[in-house]
């Protein structure tokens, strides 16, 4: 089993932050004022230096949107395959039902 395979979003509902977290980096979506934010986070420790990078994007209208725009992020940045994305992606998709 991967990382990839066991990662999954998790929400602290105390905090209200939804987080996903794949080795060293961390995903966030919250809520603020002006729509739904998220920011992504890695920090590295390679040769005694630590590497960081954030990148961050805002006001989204729904969730959901927040945490596409997140795992874009990741897949960009060689954290998350663009095969486990859109897997998150069609999970949160609503279910079909048969045709009636």
């Known amino acids: 089993m991967t990382n ?4 999954c979003w998790e ?8 987080w996903f977290r794949i080795d ?3 995903a966030l979506v919250t809520r603020k004022s002006d729509g739904w934010h ?3 986070h ?4 390679a040769g005694g ?3 960081t990078s954030i990148q961050s994007q805002r006001g989204f ?3 959901e949107e927040a945490q596409q725009a997140a795992e874009a992020i990741l897949v960009e940045q060689g954290a998350l395959s663009a095969h486990a ?3 998150f992606l069609r999970q949160r998709l609503p279910r079909r039902r048969g045709k009636e």
């Open 42 to 45: 890695s920090g590295e420790r």
């Open 49 to 51: 230096f630590i590497g």
């Open 61 to 63: 209208q729904k969730r």
């Open 11 to 18: 929400t602290d509902v105390v905090a209200g932050v939804i």
């Open 85 to 87: 994305a859109a897997e």
């Open 38 to 40: 998220c920011l992504v």
């Open 24 to 26: 060293s980096w961390t």
């Open 4 to 7: 990839e395979d066991s990662a």
